[in-house]
C-alpha cells in the first residue's frame, strides 16, 4: 500500500529527509479511482510544519473515451507535492492532509487529488478520434454505418410523412 512509517523522521531535526521508491500493483484509490500502477519515488522532508513530500511518479487508468465510449489507458506522469501535517494543523486556505496514528502517512490521498487534477476533462481515446454515429450508435472508428442519411429540412418533416 501506499502507506509510510515515518515515525522515526519526525523525531529528527527539521530539514532530515528520507526517500521510499514506490512499485506498486493496481490500487483503488477511491470508490471513483483506480490506477493500474504506481512507479516512481517520493522523498518526505521534515518540516516545522509536519512533513513535505515530492515525488516523480507514473502510473496510468482506465478511461471512457467521450466521443466512442470504448475504454482506454490513460498513462500518467506525475508531480506530486503534497505537506502533510499532525492534527489539528489546518492552515485556511491550505491542504494539508492529516499524519496518523504512530508517524503514518497515507499518500492516497495526495496522490488522487494529483490525478484527478491531471486527467484530461474530456478524455478521447486518439486525437481522431469519429465518435458514434448519431442514428445508429456503431462506432465509427471501425469503418462507415450503413445508415441512409437524408438531409430534409425539419420544418417539411410533416409533408413526408403524408407520403
Known amino acids: 500500500m501506499l502507506r509510510f512509517s515515518l515515525a522515526s523522521l519526525l523525531k529528527g531535526p527539521v530539514g ?3 526517500s521510499f521508491d514506490v512499485d506498486e500493483a493496481e490500487q483503488r484509490l477511491a470508490e471513483d479511482l483506480r490506477v493500474d500502477f504506481v512507479r516512481g519515488t517520493v522523498e518526505f522532508t521534515h518540516t ?4 513535505f513530500s515530492e515525488g516523480q ?7 471512457e473515451c467521450a466521443r466512442c465510449l470504448e475504454t482506454f489507458v490513460q498513462p500518467l506522469d506525475l508531480h506530486l507535492e503534497a ?3 499532525l492534527p ?4 485556511q486556505g491550505e491542504t494539508i492532509f492529516p499524519i496518523g496514528v504512530k508517524g503514518i502517512l497515507d499518500l492516497i490521498p495526495a496522490l488522487r487529488e494529483q490525478i484527478l487534477l491531471d486527467l484530461p476533462m474530456r478524455p478521447l481515446c486518439k486525437p481522431d478520434c469519429r465518435g458514434l454515429c448519431v442514428e445508429c450508435g456503431k462506432n465509427l472508428n471501425e469503418g462507415a454505418c450503413d445508415c441512409v442519411k437524408e438531409n430534409i429540412d425539419p420544418r417539411l418533416v410533416k409533408l413526408k410523412e403524408l407520403l
Do not use: D, E
Not at 88 to 91: A, K
Open 16 to 18: 532530515s529527509k528520507t
Open 48 to 51: 516545522n510544519r509536519g512533513i
Open 57 to 63: 511518479l507514473r502510473s496510468q487508468v482506465q478511461l
Open 83 to 85: 505537506q502533510f501535517g
Open 88 to 91: 489539528p494543523t489546518r492552515p
